[in-house]
């Protein structure tokens, strides 16, 4: 088998380097070497510059056959500000904030020596977020990381949905906007057995909360829209809080609990009296995964009340790639079926 290890690509073919890793559960493709450059003084503009220029590399490393629907990735670009520039990629584009991937990249930078400290800035779409990692044997054993100001968007609202009826929602911002649904109201258990019915159900909700209502962030109009639906209900396991699951960007099935999800429910419970200042609760997926969220400060994010959730993760690596575009390839730039 010499020879196949000794073959390489042509030298006109695109080649794009990625770690892959997973968090909870939850995949996340982090591109290392092969971009092109990426102009933009700041991440807000970098990721417009992508979106403009290399979309169809999104969809290449992103969709069918590099990837597949529920893929999800980061581009990590130097920063004038902070110790790094980082933008999402998903199947449907690109995300405003990540809290699986700012567990996974913070594993990342320190394991690799990317960074030389435990406490990483990372400018995310969203704001400034603050990682901390805490390392054991030169292992990240967990990561937590202080998201942006999150807060109560929309309040026991009600929406007719096709297909399924009137259904009862919250909204909260966690670095995203969510729709929050009980579960059991709309008669879904949170297992994976209802994958399928999960994300029929919450793609179903989430157009019809876009069509109903306006999503607008306070600061960025690229902010301003329903990232997905997160479906909460009771825990498997008696020591948590509870478990949930979210569907995003077109039909994503988060198979971890979400950290910027958890973070809008961090939001969403401390509003309603229902979670106090410093009480960390658990937050399960559906694959039992778990992350721990607790709000640490209050503050104000122009007319809303807002809180500072603080929350923690493990991450592991899962492997190496060197991704491959053949001019002459008819599916190079990736398909996607659902």
Not at 147 to 162: A, G, K, T
Not at 235 to 243: G, I, L, N, T, V
Not at 281 to 300: A, F, N, R
Request: hydrophobic fraction near 40%; glycine fraction near 8%.
């Amino acid at each position: 088998m010499k020879q196949l290890s000794n073959w390489r690509p042509p030298q006109h073919w695109i080649r794009i380097t990625t770690i892959d890793m997973h968090t909870g559960g939850e995949p996340l493709r982090v591109i290392i070497d092969g971009l092109p450059p990426i102009d933009g003084r700041n991440v807000l503009e970098k990721r417009r510059y992508f979106r403009d220029h290399y979309d169809h590399l999104r969809r290449g490393l992103m969709w069918e056959p590099r990837g597949h629907a529920d893929m999800y990735g980061a581009v990590i670009t130097p920063s004038t500000d902070a110790d790094f520039d980082v933008f999402f990629l998903h199947n449907e584009g690109y995300s405003t904030m990540c809290g699986h991937a700012i567990i996974a990249l913070a594993k990342l930078a320190v394991e690799t020596n990317l960074v030389s400290k435990n406490e990483i800035t990372f400018n995310v779409p969203a704001g400034r977020i603050l990682a901390r990692a805490v390392v054991s044997e030169g292992h990240v054993i967990e990561t937590s990381f202080r998201n942006v100001p999150s807060f109560l968007y929309l309040r026991d609202e009600q929406v007719e949905v096709d297909g399924i009826g009137p259904v009862r929602f919250d909204v909260a911002y966690g670095g995203a906007f969510y729709a929050f649904v009980n579960a059991e109201e709309v008669a879904l258990e949170l297992v994976p057995e209802n994958a399928s019915r999960l994300i029929d159900y919450g793609r179903r909700i989430k157009h019809a909360v876009m069509a109903r209502f306006e999503i607008t962030h306070p600061m960025e109009p690229d902010l301003s829209f329903l990232y997905g639906t997160i479906f909460t209900g009771p825990a498997h396991d008696p020591a948590h809080h509870s478990r949930n699951v979210c569907i995003f960007a077109d039909g994503e099935l988060d198979r971890s609990p979400t950290g910027s999800g958890v973070s809008a429910r961090a939001a969403l419970h401390f509003a309603k009296g229902e979670l106090r200042r410093n009480e960390r609760v658990t937050i399960e997926s559906i694959l039992s995964s778990t992350m721990s969220v607790k709000v640490v400060e209050l503050t104000k994010f122009a007319q809303y009340d807002a809180v500072i959730p603080e929350v923690s993760g493990t991450a592991s690596i899962t492997g190496r790639n060197e991704f491959y575009f053949d001019p002459n390839d008819p599916y190079s730039n990736g398909f996607i079926l659902r």
